[in-house]
Antibody, heavy 123, light 109 residues
Framework: EVQLVESGGVVVQPGGSLRLSCAASGFTFGEFTLHWVRQAPGKGLEWVSLISWDADRTYYADSVRGRFTISRDNSKNSLYLQMDSLRTEDTALYYC????????????????WGQGTLVTVSS | ERVMTQSPATLSVSPGERATLSCRASQSVSRSVAWYQQKPGQAPRLLIYGASTRATGIPARFSGSGSGTEFTLTISSLQSEDFAVYYCQQYNTWPPGNTFGQGTKLEIK
């Protein structure tokens, strides 16, 4: 069974930094592209970032590019999101998401979701 | 960027009845559409991919159809556990961007 467990969400002041982590199990971690998707309170789903299975390629939503950095450690089955220069509009539940099929970066659907970690940016 | 528009925003249906949810793409996305269900306090769950293929463990009362720009999710006989928010997503575009529809809330009539 695929499991994705996010951690690291806290209350942080505007301009602050935070690092989210996602511990994965139940699948061959190094074969799948992984994503972060967020959901602001009471709102819809917003794609944030992706990283290819080999960490060679990363992409970001315009709203976070230059402030967030996605990374992964395939030896630890872990995904990360470094969040800098945080803004109030970054307040959201952040989901770690696995896609299918394997080895795909440009054609995929989200087949497994973590339970999310809440980031609140507030003074 | 291919924009996905869902309708209606809210759908009120009685248990046991059929629910039909729509999703329209601003440009053709072939059959590269997935549907997700999200219940309050839970993460989204994959229901349908490839426009009509049910994900593992999804009951047969859920079905998807469509191609090109028009897609439909049908729930044939609503159960109490089906009342939730449903999102469509297209995956026929590159570079990546926000590919989700805005969601349809399915509520009990």
């Amino acid at each position: 069974e695929v499991q994705l467990v996010e951690s690291g969400g806290v209350v942080v002041q505007p301009g602050g930094s935070l690092r989210l982590s996602c511990a994965a199990s139940g699948f061959t971690f190094g074969e799948f592209t992984l994503h972060w998707v967020r959901q602001a309170p009471g709102k819809g789903l917003e794609w944030v970032s992706l990283i290819s299975w080999d960490a060679d390629r990363t992409y970001y939503a315009d709203s976070v590019r230059g402030r967030f950095t996605i990374s992964r450690d395939n030896s630890k089955n872990s995904l990360y999101l470094q969040m800098d220069s945080l803004r109030t509009e970054d307040t959201a539940l952040y989901y770690c998401v696995k896609v299918s099929p394997r080895y795909s970066i440009n054609w995929y659907y989200f087949d497994s979701w973590g339970q999310g970690t809440l980031v609140t940016v507030s003074s | 960027e291919r924009v996905m528009t869902q309708s209606p925003a809210t759908l009120s249906v009685s248990p046991g009845e059929r629910a039909t949810l729509s999703c329209r793409a601003s440009q053709s996305v072939s059959r590269s559409v997935a549907w997700y269900q999200q219940k309050p306090g839970q993460a989204p769950r994959l229901l349908i991919y490839g426009a009509s293929t049910r994900a593992t463990g999804i009951p047969a009362r859920f079905s998807g159809s469509g191609s090109g720009t028009e897609f439909t999710l049908t729930i044939s006989s609503l159960q109490s556990e089906d009342f939730a928010v449903y999102y469509c997503q297209q995956y026929n575009t590159w570079p990546p961007g926000n590919t989700f529809g805005q969601g349809t809330k399915l509520e009990i009539k």
